[in-house]
C-alpha cells in the first residue's frame, strides 16, 4: 500500500510544467550575490550602483509576480500563510521589522532597504506557490537557482585567483557565498532527480568540483556531514550508486589534495588569525558579553543589522567580521532569547511538516538542507536572513504540504 501511495505522488510531482516567471525569481536568488561584484570590477562603477541595480530588478521580480498574481488562485494567500512554518516566518520578518525601533545599525534607511528585501523574497514565492496547487512554480524556482549557481560557479573559476587560493573575491562575492551557493543548488537537484525532473548529473558534477575548489572550509564540512547522511537516509540509492558516490568523492579529495596542502600552509602561516578557530572564539566571547549591554538585549537583542560596521573590528589584523561566525550566537545578538525562540520555531516547524513527506526518498534532499544548516551554523552566520533564507523556507514548506 505504501508503495503505490508513493509511486503515486511520485506521478503527480512528475506532471509539472515549466514557469517562466518563476524560473526568473529562482535564477536571481543566486545571481544577484555577483551583480555588486560585475558592476564593481566589470564596468567600473561604484558598489552603490550595484546595489541599486539588484534593488531595482528585485522590485522589477515583484511588480512582475504581483501582476501574475492578480486573479483566482488554486489556493487562497490565506491557507498558503498558514502553514506552521511559514507562520514562523512570518513571525520572523515582524519582530525583524519592529526590531528596527531600537536597532543600533549604522544606516537605518538601509537597514529598512535590507528588511525589505527579505520580505520582497517572501512575498514573492508565496504569491508564486498560491496559484499553484501541484509543484510547476516551486520546481522552475529550483531550475532558475540551479542554472544560476553554475553560471556563477563559471564566474568564479574565471575570477583572478586571491592570495589564499581559494575561489571568490572577499570584498563582493567570497569563498563562503559561492560554496553555500554551489551546496543548496546541488541539493535542490537532488530532490528534482528524485523526483525524477531530470538527471542533472553535469550539474552536479560541476556544482560539486566548484564547492571543493571553493575552499569554504565550514561549508566543505557540513556538506559532506549531510551527504553522509542523504546516502545512509536514502533507501531508494542502489548500492552502485552508493560506490559510486563514495568512489567519486574519494577521486575528488585526491584530485584537490594538492591544493588542501598549500591552502593549509597559507592558512596556519600568513592567515587573517581573526578568522580561524581561535579568532571565532573571540567573537563568540564578544556575542556573550555584549547580551548585558542594556537591561533588555538578553529579551530582544540589538536589533536588525546591528553587528557590521557597528561591533568594532577584532584581532590585530582589525577584522571586521560581517556576522556573529555562529548562527545561535548570531540571532541572540540581534533579538535575544527571542530571536533563538523563533530560529528553533522555523527549523523545528519545518523538520516535523519533512516528516509528513509521503515520498521518502524526495524527504532525504530537504533533511540532508537542515544537516546542512545545522553543521555550517556552528561556524557560520548571515547578517541579515538564517543560513537557510526565509525564501527556501517557504518553498519547501510549499512543496511538503503538497
Not at 496547487?133 to 531550475?143: E, F, N, T, Y
Not at 566548484?210 to 569554504?216: M, N
Not at 538578553?298 to 571586521?320: A, C, L, Q, T, Y
Not at 544548516?373 to 543560513?387: C, I, T
Amino acid at each position: 500500500m505504501e508503495a503505490e501511495i508513493a509511486i503515486s505522488e511520485a506521478a503527480a510531482f512528475r506532471r509539472t510544467e515549466a514557469r517562466p516567471l518563476a524560473f526568473a525569481v529562482g535564477f536571481f536568488f543566486s545571481f544577484r550575490l555577483c551583480i555588486v561584484l560585475l558592476a564593481v570590477r566589470v564596468f567600473g562603477v561604484e558598489p552603490s550602483t550595484g546595489t541599486a541595480v539588484s534593488i531595482g530588478l528585485d522590485l522589477l521580480l515583484f511588480g512582475l509576480v504581483c501582476f501574475d498574481s492578480l486573479g483566482a488562485g488554486q489556493r487562497t494567500l490565506a491557507s498558503t500563510l498558514r502553514l506552521p512554518g511559514i507562520l514562523w516566518v512570518l513571525i520572523f520578518l515582524t519582530f525583524s521589522g519592529l526590531s528596527l525601533a531600537w536597532s543600533e545599525t549604522a544606516s537605518l534607511p538601509d537597514s529598512i532597504a535590507y528588511w525589505l528585501g527579505l520580505v520582497i523574497d517572501v512575498a514573492n514565492v508565496a504569491l508564486l506557490l498560491r496559484r499553484d496547487a501541484r509543484v510547476d512554480d516551486a520546481h522552475s524556482i529550483m531550475r532558475g537557482f540551479i542554472w544560476s549557481t553554475c553560471l556563477l560557479a563559471l564566474i568564479a573559476w574565471i575570477m583572478p585567483t586571491p592570495a589564499d587560493l581559494r575561489l571568490g573575491d572577499e570584498q563582493f562575492f567570497n569563498t563562503n557565498e559561492i560554496g553555500n551557493l554551489c551546496a543548496f543548488a546541488i541539493f535542490f537537484a537532488q530532490y528534482l532527480t528524485r523526483s525524477e525532473h531530470g538527471r542533472w548529473r553535469l550539474a552536479k558534477l560541476f556544482l560539486a568540483i566548484t564547492l571543493i575548489r571553493s575552499l569554504s572550509k565550514a561549508t566543505l564540512a557540513a556538506f559532506v556531514v549531510s551527504e553522509i547522511f542523504l546516502v545512509v537516509l536514502d533507501r531508494s540509492m542502489s548500492r552502485k550508486t552508493r560506490m559510486l558516490l563514495m568512489s567519486g568523492a574519494l577521486l575528488l579529495t585526491l584530485a584537490f589534495w594538492g591544493l588542501f596542502e598549500a591552502y593549509y600552509e597559507i592558512y596556519t602561516t600568513a592567515g587573517n588569525q581573526a578568522e580561524t578557530f581561535t579568532g571565532r572564539t573571540a567573537i563568540w566571547l564578544y556575542v556573550a558579553t555584549a547580551a548585558t549591554d542594556h537591561a533588555w538585549t538578553p529579551w530582544i537583542g540589538h536589533g536588525f543589522d546591528s553587528w557590521w560596521k557597528v561591533v568594532p573590528p577584532f584581532g590585530n589584523e582589525m577584522f571586521e567580521a560581517r556576522h556573529a561566525e555562529n548562527e545561535v550566537l548570531q540571532q541572540f545578538y540581534a533579538y535575544g532569547a527571542t530571536g533563538v525562540l523563533i530560529l528553533v520555531g522555523i527549523y523545528g516547524s519545518l523538520f516535523r511538516q519533512l516528516r509528513r513527506l509521503p515520498v521518502p526518498a524526495m524527504k532525504v534532499p530537504f533533511v540532508c538542507i537542515l544537516i546542512f544548516v545545522a553543521v555550517r551554523g556552528l561556524a557560520e552566520a548571515d547578517a541579515f536572513d538564517l543560513l537557510l533564507p526565509l525564501w527556501s523556507v517557504v518553498l519547501i514548506n510549499g512543496v511538503a504540504d503538497r
